[in-house]
């Protein structure tokens, strides 16, 4: 990659056949012909173009992605009767899955905005097409989170009527959960128009490194066939989001400025406490959650344990988060971005203290 960003080189190409910079190559009749087509106004869509490296690894796994795509209705659904659960473990089974759609099932508007965004930044062909594939994968692990929901309890997370205590505990959790989300949403749509890509892809990493991890270890630990197979199918499409990740890092990383260097460092941190509250517990800087949401969680999750789901001990989940971390690290400072301290679980590093928590990017 040029240090000229794509939109600059593509701007400079413009303006050389407009005739406001040399125009090397174009003869006075063909600048005069060009000369009175309007400019369009930017950021925009159009014109059309495809640059881009058409071989490079990014290209390369767009085409894995049309290669390894699977249909979620396809899983033996048949398997996973309502009536194998007992009551308490449907409902922490149903709390689990719709947990994970605050982040999975955000998914696809959060990637097709960046994708749309994508587009408007003019960035090269196969980045745009990479985020394509994932926005496409999104909706597939949306909808394993929708048929398991269901399924096992109603479609609507937030509308249904308790019975007892804990299940209006639980409902109460998931409310106040997607609260959180709706604020995560507004940050996000407002951070994707002010960073640069690079700092945007820092953010996306960590959301796929996270995700990877997550899926990864539950997959190993569940029992039920229906949970280990989708599990197993959404985590390697995570490997994937995540190796496109690292292969546009690779080109966006060797120019970064010093200031683009802190904000990743900065968004690193706020991404690590956004994603916390799926892989390990959620820390209070973004998070608002009641005191008794910590408790209600646990009790969830062990009753989705109980159920053949593979949700992770305490101790794993953050031993794996932390292992997942140190992955992350050793790529940012390979490239002199100075890495967060994550005192939760054991990292030290760059003491992170004024975040925006109003601009939170990460996906997953
Ligand atoms: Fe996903
Ligand atoms: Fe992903």
Redesign the pocket.
């Given at each position: 990659m040029s240090g000229l960003s794509a939109w600059e080189q593509f701007e400079r190409e413009q303006r050389a056949i407009n005739g406001e910079v040399s125009g090397e190559g174009l003869s006075q009749v063909v600048r005069d012909l060009l000369a009175d087509i309007p400019t369009i106004e930017q950021p925009n869509i159009y014109p059309m173009e495809w640059h881009g490296d058409q071989t490079g690894k990014l290209a390369q796994l767009y085409e894995r992605a049309k290669r390894e795509v699977w249909n979620p209705a396809e899983l033996p659904w048949d398997q996973l009767d309502p009536k194998d659960f007992t009551r308490e473990e449907r409902l922490g089974v149903m709390y689990w899955y719709s947990v994970l759609a605050n982040f999975?099932g955000s998914?696809p508007p959060v990637f097709a905005k960046a994708m749309i965004h994508s587009y408007e930044q003019h960035e090269p062909d196969p980045v745009r097409k990479c985020f394509f594939s994932i926005t496409r994968?999104?909706v597939n692990?949306e909808e394993v989170c929708q048929r398991t929901v269901t399924k096992l309890w109603s479609p609507t997370p937030t509308e249904w009527k308790p019975q007892n205590e804990l299940e209006a505990l639980a409902l109460r959790n998931i409310r106040w959960l997607y609260y959180n989300g709706g604020r995560y949403w507004k940050g996000y749509s407002e951070a994707l128009k002010k960073y640069p890509m690079a700092v945007l892809f820092s953010s996306f990493m960590m959301g796929e490194v996270a995700?990877t991890t997550l899926f990864h270890t539950m997959a190993k630990q569940a029992t039920h066939p229906v949970f280990a197979q989708g599990l197993r199918n959404?985590g390697k499409?995570?490997a994937r989001h995540m190796a496109i990740c690292l292969a546009t890092l690779e080109d966006y990383f060797p120019h970064l400025s010093e200031d683009d260097k802190k904000l990743i460092t900065k968004q690193l941190r706020a991404g690590f406490v956004f994603l916390s509250m799926i892989l390990y517990e959620p820390p209070d800087d973004f998070w608002k959650l009641p005191p008794e949401y910590l408790a209600v969680h646990r009790e969830m999750e062990s009753l989705a344990r109980k159920a053949g789901l593979g949700v992770a001990t305490l101790d794993i989940k953050r031993e794996v988060w932390r292992q997942a971390m140190f992955k992350v690290k050793a790529v940012v400072e390979r490239y002199g971005i100075e890495f967060p301290a994550m005192p939760e679980v054991g990292i030290t590093g760059k003491e992170v203290v004024h975040i925006d928590f109003n601009d939170v990017i990460p996906v997953?």
């Open positions: 999975d998914g994968d999104e692990h995700a959404v499409d995570e997953f």
